[in-house]
């Protein structure tokens, strides 16, 4: 394992996690609202 990062993987990596909660964010939003149906 590299400890070092390049700040463009840095960044890759932080944006894939952004990605990645939005999309479990959304996915809860919307079990919600077809539950509550």
């Known amino acids: 394992?590299?400890?070092?990062?390049?700040e463009r993987?840095?960044?890759l990596i932080k944006k894939c996690d952004n990605i990645i909660k939005n999309h479990i964010y959304n996915m809860q939003i919307?079990?919600?609202?077809?539950i509550s149906r």
């Open 1 to 6: 394992m590299q400890k070092k990062r390049t």
């Open 30 to 34: 919307i079990t919600f609202i077809t």
């Open 9 to 11: 993987q840095d960044i």
